[in-house]
């Protein structure tokens, strides 16, 4: 079970994050170990992701067992600091609360500060020098020819040999710390699009927006 690096791309735009846990007894999970694993990658991805507010939404409420369930869960919530008001239970198939979740989902998101900006609408810069806040060793070049993009710089292609891209972990660290370099924002003035081809050193991937 896993985000995924393109889902988690789109989680550090939204302002309230829904966290949905399922409830069916059947299912075979534990639902405070599908929670913890879930914050983890969001932790793991970027430091801040928690910083949006959150409502853990139980689901499948109409399944035998589940409202057992959720009240177990919901005392491990407690326990754990989480507010009682950002913890609903709520079925798709009967409705039950979904309304309720709509309402609490609107107040939060009106009172949410905006956590990703969107780029201006700018001609694509051939050859665009960035430089990362830090040394001189983190300033970085972003180039553009009928490959794609490269990214030329001694830190960030020192991350990119370092990166171990064969496990999940290693390629939430590795798109975390480009983030962070401000390589993602490079790329997207520059014009990078979904599906554009970037290279770092020896390493070259596709570009998800």
Known sequence: MGLGIQFLRHVERTRVILHLVEMDPDSGRDPLTDYHQIQKELTTYDDNMLARPEIVVATKMDMPGAQ??????????????????????????????VQPLLYTTARL??????????????????????????????????TEDENGFTVVGAGVERVAAMANLDHDDGVLRFARKLRHMGVDAALREAGAKEGDSVTIGDLTFIYED
């Open 109 to 142: 998101l009106a009172d949410a500060p905006s956590f990703f900006e969107e780029a201006t609408d700018t001609d694509a810069a051939q050859n665009v020098d960035y430089a990362y806040q830090g040394n001189a060793d983190d300033q970085f070049k972003v």
């Open 68 to 97: 057992e369930r959720f009240d177990t869960f919901k005392q491990q919530l407690l326990a754990e600091g989480v507010a009682a008001d950002h913890i609903m239970a709520i079925s798709s198939v009967t409705h039950d609360n």
